[in-house]
């Protein structure tokens, strides 16, 4: 099983910046597609980035060009720079791993983090 810790949410102003970490253990996550989701007050979880194992990156289009991934797999952790915050990016904001391989359509494995806070204040 994998654990992931998050770290780096905050307060931040419109048109600032926050860098959230995402540390796994318990296992390589190389081999896995990793990311951020994030849910606000009232609505359903939504993807915000992924990277696979392949290094191809997905990301929701309310975020594109203001948000970067990048995965260290040497170090088993994945960072989301985000710049030009919005107060519409606030949220808990949730680090994900899950197997590629699937079985029946689902990856065999999957772990979230415990999220963590990011306030864009207007």
């Known amino acids: 099983q994998v654990q992931l810790v998050e770290s780096g949410g905050g307060l931040v102003q419109a048109g600032g910046s926050l860098r959230l970490s995402c540390a796994a253990s318990?296992?390589?996550?190389?081999?896995?597609?990793i990311g951020w989701y994030r849910q606000a007050p009232g609505k359903q979880r939504e993807l915000v980035a992924t990277?696979?194992?392949?290094?191809?990156?997905n990301y929701a289009d309310s975020v594109k060009g203001r948000f970067t991934l990048s995965r260290d797999n040497a170090k088993n952790m994945v960072i989301l720079q985000m710049n030009s915050l919005k107060p519409e990016d606030t949220a808990v904001y949730y680090c994900?791993?899950?197997?590629?391989?699937?079985?029946?359509?689902?990856?065999?494995?999957?772990?979230w983090g415990q999220g963590t806070q990011v306030t864009v204040s207007s």
């Open positions: 990277a696979s194992s392949g290094g191809s990156t």
């Open positions: 318990g296992r390589s996550v190389s081999l896995s597609t």
């Open positions: 994900n791993a899950e197997a590629e391989r699937r079985l029946l359509g689902r990856p065999l494995w999957s772990s």
